[in-house]
T-cell receptor
């Protein structure tokens, strides 16, 4: 099993450009999450999907949209990138059954100029 | 709301030294508590967890005990190795219906020198 995979690994954007970060898991997990990691801030939840067909805002949703394409895939879209969105983005998944060990992908490093 | 406070780093130790990273939390109800570790250039992975008061989580020589009376979950290891150099995150669950979410501390960078 590959676990949680993310693409791309690294991306440079200009202000105003758009892009989609892809995430997929092969563990048959129900819940999926997008976080951003900034120095000194820990991880902050952007959006999550408790189950296929549902999405909800997290702590810092502004400037982002998400799509739960199917049970395996959960994408994060930046419609008009801003320098404040320069960060490392992590996708995670879990069964959502109360055991709550979240499994993380390797991350996407995004630089917005 | 829920929050996690962990000691700020960086923490620098010599190999075989004793490690403590403090973590305290604020939460409603009965959260589960976690320590995650992030090695350089990688995503986070679960190190250990505890799901109820007085439980002790342990893995790879690390331990942490869920102390409800002091709302703490301090991470300890008796003898650290260079390979333990990483960022450590304390976290807890918050539940809203069936939508379990993790709240993270800001992370503590540990560097172990030979």
């Amino acid at each position: 099993n590959a676990g949680v995979t993310q693409t791309p690994k690294f991306q440079v954007l200009k202000t105003g450009q758009s892009m989609t970060l892809q995430c997929a898991q092969d563990m048959n997990h129900n819940s999926m999450y997008w976080y951003r990691q900034d120095p000194g801030m820990g991880l902050r939840l952007i959006y999550y999907s408790a189950s296929e067909g549902t999405t909800d805002k997290g702590e810092v949703p502004n400037g982002y949209n998400v799509s739960r394409l199917n049970k395996r895939e959960f994408s994060l879209r930046l419609e008009s990138a801003a320098p404040s969105q320069t960060s490392v983005y992590f996708c995670a998944s879990t069964f959502g059954d109360g055991q709550e060990t979240q499994y993380f992908g390797p991350g996407t490093r995004l630089l917005v100029l | 709301g829920n929050s996690v406070t962990q000691m700020e780093g960086p923490v620098t130790l010599s190999e075989e030294a004793f490690l403590t990273i403090n973590c305290t939390y604020t939460a409603t109800g009965y959260p589960s508590l976690f320590w995650y570790v992030q090695y350089p250039g990688e995503g986070l992975q679960l190190l250990l967890k505890a799901t109820k008061a007085d439980d002790k989580g342990s893995n790879k020589g690390f331990e942490a005990t869920y102390r409800k009376e002091t709302t703490s979950f301090h991470l300890e290891k008796g003898s650290v190795q260079v390979s333990d150099s990483a960022v450590y995150f304390c976290a807890l669950t918050s539940s809203g219906g069936s939508n379990y979410k993790l709240t993270f501390g800001k992370g503590t960078l540990l560097t172990v020198n030979p």
